[in-house]
T-cell receptor
């Protein structure tokens, strides 16, 4: 049973550029959430996708956008990169109808903005 | 706004010791609480999930408790091993939303051989 997979694992960008991160949820899961984790901090919720729509959003600017595809996979896009966007970006999947609400995380994509 | 605090930020213990990690939260209206483990530079591994109606959950050498009235949760690790060295994070799902988690900053645990 494949868990949550993310790509790429590492990438380096310069200020002002744009980046796309990808996530495939755990088999059978239909909901994908994205989190940003700065060094030494806990993850911060960015947004959640279900049925190809953004359902919830945390306190992040519009430069952060996403998409969910019919196969439940998801992308996170960040435009006009800032130095402060350097972080580990984590994708989590869950089953929306699941009463427990347990989230499963991928290994993350480490973004460095120079 | 829910705030989650984990104390201590770092902990070092000798192998074999039993230990307790603490998590406190400000809003008792929670859906569930989840404990995670994170190895350096890696993703999060779910350890235990406690529903708001439950008081504790156990898995192997791990036991997590939840006291909503006092806004506290503890993760008890029995007979610690060097392989337990990692950062432990607790996360709260708010009432009505099972999947938007609010995390603490974690406790970095080092178990010395």
């Amino acid at each position: 049973d494949a868990g949550v997979t993310q790509s790429p694992t590492h990438l380096i960008k310069t200020r002002g550029q744009q980046v796309t991160l990808r996530c495939s949820p755990k088999s059978g899961h239909d909901t994908v959430s994205w989190y940003q984790q700065a060094l030494g901090q806990g993850p911060q919720f960015i947004f959640q996708y279900y049925e190809e729509e953004e359902r919830q959003r945390g306190n992040f600017p519009d430069r952060f956008s996403g998409h969910q595809f019919p196969n439940y996979s998801s992308e996170l896009n960040v435009n006009a990169l800032l130095l402060g966007d350097s972080a580990l970006y984590l994708c989590a999947s869950s089953l929306r109808a699941g009463a427990a609400g347990e989230l499963f995380f991928g290994e993350g994509s480490r973004l460095t903005v120079l | 706004k829910q705030e989650v605090t984990q104390i201590p930020a770092a902990l070092s213990v000798p192998e074999g010791e039993n230990l307790v990690l603490n998590c406190s939260f400000t809003d008792s209206a929670i859906y569930n609480l989840q404990w995670f483990r994170q190895d350096p530079g890696k993703g999060l591994t779910s350890l235990l999930l406690i529903q708001s109606s439950q008081r504790e959950q156990t898995s192997g050498r791990l036991n997590a408790s939840l006291d909503k009235s006092s806004g506290r949760s503890t993760l008890y690790i029995a007979a610690s091993q060097p392989g337990d060295s990692a950062t432990y994070l607790c996360a709260i799902s708010p009432g009505g939303s099972a999947r938007q988690l609010t995390f603490g900053s974690g406790t970095q645990l080092t178990v010395l051989p």
